[in-house]
């Protein structure tokens, strides 16, 4: 199994706002090292996510100047070692910055099997019932994603 990655929030600004140009210069960079960490296997392109994040009928409807990924990795330590070890995590500090507060760092993890590409759509779906339920060992959050990567690791 490989482990799917959504995550989510809204942003303060419209997208072309200069008090958002530094993580409108970063995106690229952390995808880059996204890319190139060991265990990625597969991110949402940029066209098809900003079309879903536009889409006034889909996954996202109701939520203008969202910000979201949606990737997929081996395991949960290489998704944290990514997400926590690298520039990414300096990225996630100033989400106070760039987001609405209270509207940030929404992400939900689930298991995927190998070859599989999630959709947004399964995505919100599994956020959704992530509030609803609670974390399940098949559909969690970040406190659960620490714990397996430690596991993983160890």
Request: aromatic share 12%; net charge negative; glycine share 8%.
């Given at each position: 199994?490989?482990?799917?990655?959504?995550?989510?929030?809204t942003l303060r600004y419209p997208w072309d706002d200069?008090?958002?140009?530094?993580?409108?210069?970063?995106?690229?960079?952390?995808?880059?090292?996204?890319?190139?960490?060991?265990?990625?296997?597969?991110?949402?392109?940029?066209?098809?996510?900003?079309?879903?994040?536009?889409?006034?009928?889909?996954?996202?409807?109701?939520?203008?100047?969202?910000?979201?990924?949606?990737?997929?990795?081996?395991?949960?330590?290489?998704?944290?070692?990514?997400?926590?070890?690298?520039?990414?995590?300096?990225?996630?500090?100033?989400?106070?910055?760039?987001?609405?507060?209270?509207?940030?760092?929404?992400?939900?993890?689930?298991?995927?099997?190998v070859g599989y590409r999630p959709s947004v759509t399964e995505g919100m779906a599994n956020w959704r019932?992530?509030?609803?339920?609670?974390?399940?060992?098949?559909?969690?959050?970040?406190?659960?994603?620490?714990?397996?990567?430690?596991?993983?690791?160890?």
């Open positions: 199994m490989h482990l799917a990655e959504f995550n989510f929030g200069p008090r958002l140009a530094d993580f409108q210069n970063g995106l690229d960079i952390v995808n880059d090292i996204a890319a190139r960490s060991p265990g990625f296997v597969w991110r949402m392109p940029d066209d098809e996510m900003e079309a879903v994040q536009d889409d006034p009928c889909g996954p996202l409807a109701g939520r203008p100047n969202t910000a979201s990924t949606l990737s997929v990795w081996e395991g949960a330590a290489p998704l944290y070692q990514f997400a926590m070890k690298t520039l990414h995590a300096r990225f996630m500090a100033r989400q106070d910055e760039w987001f609405v507060p209270g509207d940030s760092g929404f992400v939900v993890f689930w298991w995927v099997s019932g992530l509030q609803m339920r609670g974390e399940n060992k098949n559909v969690f959050g970040s406190n659960m994603l620490a714990e397996l990567a430690a596991r993983e690791v160890a």
